[in-house]
């Protein structure tokens, strides 16, 4: 059975700044987690998964120091990227310059991570920009990286480059940030619930039993936490759906299914991440003809 411990926990400040980094073992995958904070504890970490000499994902760029202390230290020797997010490919372009190893991507985030984009000063604040960067597109299909066979998983919703990474022989299922939660409280306004519900569904039919997830790792009864997250959007997706097609607005849907909004996420973002945003998707895909 894998285990999860975290066995190596280092919680720094430089000046104001609180830093976290945490070593989870789980047989034989190691996850790096890494967190950074203005103010207070971090409130989202990011973990990067090594494999072997393969890593998956970089974490943020506010953390670049200690990302490429242990890729130099852990010998890696490539890199896949599940997408385009600051707290996935915030190191990618340092990593690849200094150790000069091949960075992996979905077609979709080679081509965002080309040039320079813009983000949101929550996103600055939280993660830190992440440098622009030619990275090589995924073969089609399955492929080897250093003796281990692995298929990337097209799984769009959460954003639209969103891949996940299956380990067939090992029963391992990198997720990146397609579960999250069993339960999730805000998207971000460009998340696309009828595409997560179907990629929920994609990895629902896929072999595998550890669920590492970017943010929660499930390194037991991994398809259960996913059939739970399926469930969970299906029956809000039903809902919103009902009143919507009923004539409710979006107000009117968030009061009459009690959906709360995380007031501290919502101000922080902008309003760029909420829980309306999940009421939004839904409408949005009644109106493009999804079911
Ligand atoms: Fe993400």
């Known amino acids: 059975m894998l285990m999860s411990r975290a066995n190596r926990r280092v919680f720094g400040r430089n000046g104001i700044f609180l830093k976290i980094i945490k070593r989870h073992n789980f047989g034989e995958v190691v996850g790096w987690e890494f967190g950074w904070s203005p103010v207070g504890r971090p409130m989202m970490t990011a973990i990067c998964y090594r494999i072997g000499p393969v890593l998956i994902d970089t974490a943020l760029a506010h953390m670049r120091p200690q990302v490429l202390e242990m890729v130099e230290r852990e010998n890696i020797k490539s890199v896949l990227l599940t997408h385009y997010h600051e707290d996935h490919s915030g190191n990618a372009a ?4 200094k ?11 080679a081509e965002k991570l080309s040039r320079p984009y ?17 990275i090589k597109t995924l073969p089609p299909g399955a492929f080897e990286e250093n003796g281990l066979r692995i298929v990337p998983v097209y799984t769009p919703g959460h954003s639209k480059d969103h891949t996940a990474y299956l380990f067939e022989e ?7 940030d397609l579960y999250l939660s069993s339960q999730i409280k805000y998207f971000r306004a460009d998340e696309k619930i009828l595409d997560q519900i179907n990629s929920l569904k ?8 550890a669920l590492f997830c970017s943010h929660h790792p499930r390194p037991v009864d991994g398809k259960k936490f996913i059939a739970q997250k399926l469930q969970y959007l299906e029956d809000l997706y039903g809902k919103v759906a ?15 299914l009690h959906l709360k909004e995380d007031l501290k996420i919502k101000w922080l973002c902008f309003g760029n991440v909420s829980m309306k945003n999940i009421v939004r998707s839904v409408i949005e895909s009644l109106l493009r ?3």
């Not at 340092?94 to 310059?97: L, N, P, R």
């Not at 150790?99 to 985030?109: A, M």
Request: hydrophobic share 40%; net charge neutral.
């Open 170 to 176: 090992k029963g391992w299922l990198f997720s990146g």
């Open 94 to 97: 340092e990593i690849k310059a």
């Open 99 to 109: 150790f000069k190893i091949p960075i992996y991507g979905e077609r979709r985030t």
């Open 289 to 291: 003809g999804g079911a």
């Open 118 to 134: 813009k983000i949101f000063p929550y996103q600055h604040l939280m993660w830190g920009a992440a440098t622009p960067v030619e």
């Open 202 to 209: 994609k990895v629902m039919s896929l072999d595998f039993d």
């Open 242 to 256: 009902d009143l919507a097609i009923r004539g409710m607005d979006e107000s009117g849907i968030m009061k009459d």
